[in-house]
Protein backbone atom coordinates (compact mmCIF):
# COMPACT_ATOMS: atom_id res chain seq x y z
CA UNK A 1 0.00 0.00 0.00
CA UNK A 2 1.25 3.42 -0.48
CA UNK A 3 1.09 5.86 2.61
CA UNK A 4 -1.66 8.44 1.94
CA UNK A 5 -0.44 12.29 1.97
CA UNK A 6 -1.50 14.38 4.73
CA UNK A 7 -4.31 16.80 3.55
CA UNK A 8 -2.95 20.18 3.14
CA UNK A 9 -5.31 23.33 2.35
CA UNK A 10 -5.12 24.86 -0.76
CA UNK A 11 -3.86 28.29 0.50
CA UNK A 12 -5.53 31.27 -1.19
CA UNK A 13 -3.16 33.48 -3.41
CA UNK A 14 -1.30 36.21 -1.15
CA UNK A 15 -2.74 39.83 -1.27
CA UNK A 16 -0.64 42.28 -2.64
CA UNK A 17 0.98 44.82 -0.69
CA UNK A 18 -1.15 47.88 -0.23
CA UNK A 19 0.22 50.57 -2.38
CA UNK A 20 0.07 53.77 -0.26
CA UNK A 21 0.41 57.05 -2.07
CA UNK A 22 3.45 59.42 -1.68
CA UNK A 23 2.35 62.37 1.45
CA UNK A 24 2.34 65.98 0.64
CA UNK A 25 3.96 68.11 3.07
CA UNK A 26 3.49 71.97 3.30
CA UNK A 27 7.51 72.32 2.86
CA UNK A 28 9.64 70.10 0.87
CA UNK A 29 11.83 67.85 3.60
CA UNK A 30 15.03 69.03 4.69
CA UNK A 31 18.20 68.50 2.08
CA UNK A 32 21.59 66.91 4.59
CA UNK A 33 24.76 67.54 2.61
CA UNK A 34 28.18 66.37 3.49
CA UNK A 35 29.45 69.48 4.75
CA UNK A 36 28.46 72.76 5.87
CA UNK A 37 26.59 74.60 3.47
CA UNK A 38 27.99 77.77 2.85
CA UNK A 39 25.52 79.50 -0.01
CA UNK A 40 22.34 78.10 -1.32
CA UNK A 41 20.62 79.36 -4.96
CA UNK A 42 17.21 78.69 -6.60
CA UNK A 43 16.44 78.49 -10.21
CA UNK A 44 14.64 81.34 -11.66
CA UNK A 45 11.73 78.41 -12.98
CA UNK A 46 12.67 75.37 -12.03
CA UNK A 47 12.17 73.11 -8.30
CA UNK A 48 16.07 73.27 -8.30
CA UNK A 49 18.45 74.00 -5.37
CA UNK A 50 22.35 74.68 -5.61
CA UNK A 51 24.06 74.53 -2.55
CA UNK A 52 27.54 75.12 -2.37
CA UNK A 53 29.70 73.66 1.10
CA UNK A 54 33.00 74.57 3.28
CA UNK A 55 34.88 71.92 1.41
CA UNK A 56 34.60 73.43 -2.03
CA UNK A 57 31.88 70.82 -3.74
CA UNK A 58 28.76 72.42 -5.32
CA UNK A 59 25.21 70.05 -4.82
CA UNK A 60 22.16 70.82 -7.37
CA UNK A 61 18.79 69.31 -6.09
CA UNK A 62 15.57 69.15 -7.44
CA UNK A 63 12.96 69.22 -4.69
CA UNK A 64 9.59 68.67 -4.05
CA UNK A 65 6.46 68.88 -1.55
CA UNK A 66 5.42 64.78 -2.29
CA UNK A 67 7.61 63.16 0.37
CA UNK A 68 10.45 61.40 -1.33
CA UNK A 69 10.94 63.45 -4.31
CA UNK A 70 14.25 65.30 -3.15
CA UNK A 71 16.67 64.48 -5.27
CA UNK A 72 20.60 64.77 -5.66
CA UNK A 73 21.06 65.42 -9.58
CA UNK A 74 25.06 65.96 -9.66
CA UNK A 75 27.51 67.76 -7.31
CA UNK A 76 30.84 69.24 -8.55
CA UNK A 77 34.11 69.19 -6.34
CA UNK A 78 36.15 71.02 -8.83
CA UNK A 79 36.74 73.92 -5.95
CA UNK A 80 39.84 73.79 -4.12
CA UNK A 81 38.65 75.63 -1.11
CA UNK A 82 35.07 76.96 0.48
CA UNK A 83 32.48 77.77 -2.47
CA UNK A 84 31.11 81.15 -1.26
CA UNK A 85 28.25 81.72 -3.47
CA UNK A 86 26.27 80.30 -6.27
CA UNK A 87 24.02 82.19 -8.95
CA UNK A 88 21.81 80.70 -11.70
CA UNK A 89 21.89 82.99 -15.10
CA UNK A 90 19.07 84.75 -15.90
CA UNK A 91 18.05 81.78 -18.63
CA UNK A 92 18.47 79.25 -15.86
CA UNK A 93 20.75 77.20 -18.10
CA UNK A 94 24.31 78.32 -16.19
CA UNK A 95 25.23 78.24 -12.35
CA UNK A 96 28.29 80.26 -11.45
CA UNK A 97 30.31 79.62 -8.47
CA UNK A 98 32.88 81.81 -6.77
CA UNK A 99 35.59 80.02 -3.90
CA UNK A 100 38.24 81.11 -1.41
CA UNK A 101 40.63 79.36 -4.43
CA UNK A 102 39.90 82.46 -6.13
CA UNK A 103 38.54 80.52 -9.32
CA UNK A 104 35.17 81.22 -11.04
CA UNK A 105 33.27 78.57 -12.70
CA UNK A 106 30.64 78.20 -14.74
CA UNK A 107 28.46 74.70 -14.85
CA UNK A 108 25.48 73.62 -16.82
CA UNK A 109 22.68 72.85 -14.92
CA UNK A 110 21.72 69.96 -17.11
CA UNK A 111 24.42 68.04 -16.61
CA UNK A 112 27.23 70.03 -14.11
CA UNK A 113 29.05 69.99 -16.83
CA UNK A 114 32.43 72.52 -16.45
CA UNK A 115 31.83 74.99 -18.81
CA UNK A 116 34.57 77.68 -18.05
CA UNK A 117 37.00 78.07 -15.40
CA UNK A 118 39.10 81.06 -14.74
CA UNK A 119 41.49 79.76 -11.80
CA UNK A 120 42.87 83.63 -10.74
CA UNK A 121 39.68 85.59 -11.48
CA UNK A 122 40.95 88.09 -8.56
CA UNK A 123 44.05 88.38 -6.60
CA UNK A 124 41.89 88.10 -3.34
CA UNK A 125 39.60 85.27 -2.04
CA UNK A 126 36.32 85.75 -4.10
CA UNK A 127 32.77 86.36 -1.69
CA UNK A 128 29.93 87.12 -4.35
CA UNK A 129 28.88 86.70 -7.72
CA UNK A 130 26.06 88.04 -9.13
CA UNK A 131 24.63 87.60 -13.30
CA UNK A 132 23.81 90.74 -14.79
CA UNK A 133 22.54 89.07 -17.90
CA UNK A 134 22.81 86.79 -20.28
CA UNK A 135 26.78 87.61 -21.08
CA UNK A 136 27.44 89.64 -18.47
CA UNK A 137 28.28 89.14 -14.64
CA UNK A 138 30.02 90.56 -11.84
CA UNK A 139 32.18 89.07 -8.96
CA UNK A 140 33.42 90.63 -5.26
CA UNK A 141 36.53 89.78 -3.41
CA UNK A 142 38.07 89.99 0.12
CA UNK A 143 39.84 93.46 -0.46
CA UNK A 144 37.04 95.31 -1.67
CA UNK A 145 37.10 94.68 -5.35
CA UNK A 146 34.56 94.49 -8.33
CA UNK A 147 35.43 92.97 -11.74
CA UNK A 148 32.40 93.08 -14.73
CA UNK A 149 33.03 89.92 -16.60
CA UNK A 150 31.54 89.76 -20.36
CA UNK A 151 31.73 85.91 -21.55
CA UNK A 152 31.30 87.32 -25.16
CA UNK A 153 35.17 88.52 -24.63
CA UNK A 154 35.94 85.85 -22.17
CA UNK A 155 37.50 88.85 -20.33
CA UNK A 156 36.31 91.65 -17.72
CA UNK A 157 35.34 94.68 -18.90
CA UNK A 158 35.18 96.80 -15.50
CA UNK A 159 37.78 97.03 -12.99
CA UNK A 160 37.46 98.91 -9.84
CA UNK A 161 38.37 98.68 -6.42
CA UNK A 162 36.70 101.97 -4.67
CA UNK A 163 35.83 99.59 -0.97
CA UNK A 164 38.43 99.19 1.30
CA UNK A 165 36.93 96.16 2.96
CA UNK A 166 35.26 93.04 1.61
CA UNK A 167 32.53 93.22 -1.17
CA UNK A 168 29.91 91.24 0.98
CA UNK A 169 27.14 91.44 -1.89
CA UNK A 170 25.39 92.82 -5.06
CA UNK A 171 21.99 93.74 -6.51
CA UNK A 172 21.55 95.48 -10.02
CA UNK A 173 18.65 97.14 -11.12
CA UNK A 174 15.73 96.01 -13.79
CA UNK A 175 17.68 97.13 -16.44
CA UNK A 176 21.24 95.40 -15.99
CA UNK A 177 22.50 99.46 -15.83
CA UNK A 178 23.56 100.16 -12.29
CA UNK A 179 25.35 97.53 -10.42
CA UNK A 180 24.66 98.36 -6.24
CA UNK A 181 27.83 96.45 -4.11
CA UNK A 182 27.48 96.26 0.05
CA UNK A 183 31.03 96.33 1.69
CA UNK A 184 32.80 95.87 4.91
CA UNK A 185 33.49 99.50 5.42
CA UNK A 186 30.09 100.41 6.33
CA UNK A 187 29.74 101.42 2.11
CA UNK A 188 27.27 101.45 -0.59
CA UNK A 189 29.37 101.60 -3.95
CA UNK A 190 27.74 102.50 -7.18
CA UNK A 191 28.94 101.28 -10.87
CA UNK A 192 27.59 101.94 -14.07
CA UNK A 193 27.58 98.39 -15.94
CA UNK A 194 26.45 100.00 -19.12
CA UNK A 195 28.94 103.18 -18.90
CA UNK A 196 31.76 100.49 -18.06
CA UNK A 197 32.45 102.94 -14.83
CA UNK A 198 32.34 103.49 -11.08
CA UNK A 199 29.56 106.42 -9.82
CA UNK A 200 29.95 106.85 -6.23
CA UNK A 201 30.61 105.48 -2.54
CA UNK A 202 27.89 106.39 -0.06
CA UNK A 203 29.22 107.91 3.49
CA UNK A 204 29.92 104.84 6.16
CA UNK A 205 27.47 103.43 8.00
CA UNK A 206 27.52 102.09 11.36
CA UNK A 207 29.40 98.48 11.19
CA UNK A 208 29.81 96.11 8.06
CA UNK A 209 27.12 96.18 5.37
CA UNK A 210 26.41 92.92 4.56
CA UNK A 211 23.37 92.60 2.11
CA UNK A 212 21.76 94.79 -0.43
CA UNK A 213 18.02 94.52 -2.08
CA UNK A 214 15.71 96.18 -4.12
CA UNK A 215 12.33 97.13 -2.79
CA UNK A 216 9.27 99.44 -4.19
CA UNK A 217 9.63 98.79 -7.62
CA UNK A 218 13.72 99.62 -7.59
CA UNK A 219 12.54 103.28 -6.25
CA UNK A 220 14.63 101.89 -2.80
CA UNK A 221 17.61 99.89 -1.75
CA UNK A 222 17.52 98.08 1.43
CA UNK A 223 20.94 97.02 2.98
CA UNK A 224 21.74 94.98 6.17
CA UNK A 225 24.59 96.06 8.19
CA UNK A 226 26.29 93.56 11.26
CA UNK A 227 25.36 95.84 13.81
CA UNK A 228 21.22 95.08 13.54
CA UNK A 229 20.51 97.96 11.61
CA UNK A 230 18.74 98.19 7.79
CA UNK A 231 19.27 101.39 6.07
CA UNK A 232 17.05 102.07 3.29
CA UNK A 233 18.40 104.92 -0.07
CA UNK A 234 16.45 106.46 -2.17
CA UNK A 235 17.24 105.53 -5.84
CA UNK A 236 19.56 108.88 -7.37
CA UNK A 237 20.17 109.37 -3.24
CA UNK A 238 22.58 107.05 -2.67
CA UNK A 239 25.08 109.55 -0.74
CA UNK A 240 23.29 109.35 2.13
CA UNK A 241 21.04 106.18 4.04
CA UNK A 242 17.69 108.50 3.88
CA UNK A 243 16.09 106.09 6.48
CA UNK A 244 16.81 103.17 9.35
CA UNK A 245 15.53 100.78 11.42
CA UNK A 246 17.14 99.79 14.41
CA UNK A 247 16.26 95.68 15.21
CA UNK A 248 16.89 93.76 18.15
CA UNK A 249 19.07 91.47 15.99
CA UNK A 250 23.05 90.47 16.72
CA UNK A 251 23.23 91.70 12.96
CA UNK A 252 21.49 91.35 9.28
CA UNK A 253 23.43 89.06 7.37
CA UNK A 254 21.57 88.22 4.83
CA UNK A 255 17.79 89.65 3.09
CA UNK A 256 15.23 88.52 0.71
CA UNK A 257 12.41 90.49 -0.81
CA UNK A 258 9.04 88.73 -0.21
CA UNK A 259 7.00 91.10 -1.71
CA UNK A 260 7.70 95.03 -3.15
CA UNK A 261 7.16 95.94 0.37
CA UNK A 262 7.97 93.34 2.80
CA UNK A 263 11.95 91.73 2.93
CA UNK A 264 12.78 88.75 4.70
CA UNK A 265 16.18 89.05 7.41
CA UNK A 266 18.42 86.77 8.66
CA UNK A 267 20.37 86.97 11.48
CA UNK A 268 23.44 85.41 13.75
CA UNK A 269 20.87 84.94 16.38
CA UNK A 270 19.59 81.81 14.74
CA UNK A 271 15.87 84.52 13.96
CA UNK A 272 14.62 84.97 10.53
CA UNK A 273 12.51 88.27 10.93
Known sequence: RTRSQPHRPL?????????REPRGRD???????QAPASTIALHPARALLAAGDVDGDVWLYSYSCTEGENRQLWSSGHHLR???DVAFSPDGQRLFTVSKDKAIHILTVEEGRLELRIPRAHSSALNCVLPVDDHLFATGDDDGALKVWDLRKGDAVLEARQQEEYISAMAVDANGKILLTASGDGTLGVFN??????????????????????LKRGKKVACGSSEGTIYLFNWDGFGAASDRFALRAESVDC?????????????LDGVIR
Open 11 to 19: RSPQAEPER
Open 27 to 33: TPPDIGL
Open 82 to 84: SCR
Open 193 to 214: VKRRRFELVSEPQNGDLTSVTL
Open 255 to 267: MVPITDSIVCVGS
